[in-house]
């Protein structure tokens, strides 16, 4: 190949040819490859023995009788108590903690809607799709 040399001076009669290399034939062998055999056996199992279980994790709870119930002592303890509940239920109605949240009882149902459908044009039968993707939010195809 002969040197090239650039310069200022334009000669539109002149050409430069600079050959590819990237279109060039790569040397290829033909290779195998063999694993080593994978040796299996068959084995049978049988057990002849059962056994049932049960587990309490707690232990139960008798329900105390209502006669048992003293009205003093509850009226004692709501008087004792009423002021602080009283006073966080206060501050609780002030508090700006939830301003702008609205509870959803039932859980959203989202649906998939047909936007868009890709087809392909009267002039192009001979094309194939061998793959189609999307990015997260679902905003971006790409079929290749």
Avoid: Y
């Avoid at 002969?2 to 539109?12: G, L, P, W, Y």
């Avoid at 994790?57 to 602080?84: C, G, M, Y």
């Amino acid at each position: 190949m002969a040197a090239i040399t650039f310069s200022d001076f334009v000669n539109e009669f002149q050409n430069i040819n600079i050959e590819s290399i990237w279109k060039q034939a790569k040397p290829t062998k033909e290779n195998s490859c063999q694993s080593d055999p994978v040796f299996k056996s068959a084995q049978n199992t049988q057990t002849i023995e059962s056994e049932n279980q049960h587990i309490q994790t707690e232990p139960e709870i008798k329900i105390q009788e209502s006669a048992k119930f003293n009205p003093k002592t509850l009226h004692d303890f709501l008087n004792r108590v009423e002021s602080s509940v009283s006073a966080e239920l206060m501050a609780n109605i002030r508090s700006h903690a939830f301003d702008g949240h609205s509870v959803q009882w039932e859980d959203e149902v989202e649906t998939v809607q047909n936007i868009h459908t890709l087809t392909i044009s009267e002039n192009e039968d001979e094309l194939l799709c061998s793959d189609i993707g999307w990015n997260s939010t679902g905003s971006v195809i790409h079929v290749s």
